[in-house]
């Protein structure tokens, strides 16, 4: 029997209102009072994982230590709790049919007919207690995706109920997280909307514990009261969320307001201390304090939806904070890089990234971003992709191999300087089939990579087919691209670095998935720190 208690985070009125920040400023509260909280997300699609989904459509795919492909949620709640997630912190409708379908063909429900209820809502209530039942949390943490109302979310929204009534008040609740939309034209907050999405659930047989409502304005008393005396609620369970500078003031926000403490009552458990936040604080303070600037220009095929890029986003901010530097990010289309001036475009940065990624479309200009960081001296930094067109680059440009690159690209260059590795080849299934998770790596002393971590044992998180070719290395290396990270047990280079460049390095894991604010990734303090170096240059 799970001990932990559980809180559920529903959202109504209009996506994006931001379930996942305010899940993961809850759970720091609540962290930084003493307890052991972890987040989950159920998503309604069905899709098994959002690992098959285009980044323009659910923005970037978070990788988890375990090689699960996630919601980029996932990404949040790491980053405010510094507490690696897992395969069971994702459930989506397609795992909960896959599992219960699978179970049908195994005999498993024999002579039964299979139905949404009961079968799919105690597999989606099974997945809701896996976590709580590892005995490691005292609290669960659980973000429904998409709205109230919405007919995907139903089952998910009556295994709430469910869990709620099986397991009683104390034990479970639920907080609502909806809008307060400022209407221009009558200069007023509006109530409706809320008071409509409130009904809604309540339809369901859910009656909210708490009410988190994104605003542009503060609430007035008499918003708050209206709000709590149509959604059948204590004035002081109408929580306010109001616009903020940047997500990561939305915990202290959320403790000005008391959210934490409404919880713990609700939930019968001690406030036990006032959270610890000092380091939180201090984070903040540098973030807004910044005594220097860079800016980086970010190239990338899918630049359009800036999600797709979340985690590198969010570790610059970590990275830039650490520097008390401001770091501008300039999201430059790298199909735009094939024009005749992407020089002029691209040489004025303070640094260039060349983001992850897949497929043909944009990977000349990346191409051309390369070379340009090579030659031009200007740090540079390869994040998987990022990093096989950096050796690509090198092939043809330095070591004069004509038409070089990833057979990903072309199938039949002379040179497959990046090759698909030798255990994707046998694979055909798409899902979850990719080289995922994390893998160790061990540095060459004195390489950038090693004096950046401190150290020269590290672990990284992977989500690739293709790798460097190991049959080049000596030709690379003589010419002064150096592999300067190896996997001890597969022998796959993991990091190259070019010689006599102020700071060039390619990975091919994803470092960005691993920063969190108070661990923030030590290759990005390094490449920010190389930016602010070279902005000192004379122009
Ligand atoms: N498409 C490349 C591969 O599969 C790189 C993947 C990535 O950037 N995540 O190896």
Sequence with gaps: MSSAKYIFVTGGVTSSLGKGIISASLAKLLQARGYSVTIQKFDPYINVDPGTLNPYEHGECYVTDDGAETDLD???????????????????????????????????????????????TDEIKKNFRKLGESGQFDIVITEIGGCVGDIEALPFIEAVRQFKWEMGDNNVITIHLTLVPYLKSAGELKTKPTQHSVRNLSESGIQPDLLVCRTEY?????????????????????????DAETIYDVPLLMKKEKLDIRVLQKLKLEERQEPQLDAWKDFLGKLKNPTSEVTIALIGKYVELKDAYKSIAEAFIHAGAVNECKVNIDWIQSEKLLEDNAYERI????????????????????????????????PFFGICLGMQCSVVEFARNVLNMNDAASTEMNSETPFPVIDMMEEQKKITQKGGTMRLGAFPCELQKDSKAAIAYGTTQISERHRHRYEFNSTYKEQFTKAGMIPTGINPDSGL?????????????????????????QTPHPLFVGFVKAALEYSKRES
């Design 74 to 120: 996932l990404g949040h709640y790491e980053r405010f709790l510094g507490v690696p997630t897992s395969q069971a912190n994702n459930v989506t409708t397609g795992k909960i049919y896959y599992t219960v379908i699978t179970r049908e063909r195994e005999g498993a429900f024999l002579g039964k007919t299979v139905q949404v209820v009961p079968h799919i």
């Design 493 to 517: 280079v993991e990091i190259v670095e070019v010689q006599n460049h102020p700071w060039f390095v390619g990975v091919q894991f994803h470092p960005e998935l691993k920063s969190t604010v």
């Design 218 to 242: 503060h609430l007035s008393p008499e918003i708050r009261k209206k709000i709590a005396l149509f959604s059948n609620l204590q004035q002081n369970c109408v929580i306010e969320s109001i």
């Design 347 to 378: 040489s004025i940065y303070d640094g260039i990234l060349v983001a992850p990624g897949f497929g043909e479309r944009g990977f000349e200009g990346k191409i051309n971003a390369v070379r340009i960081a090579r030659e031009s001296k200007i």
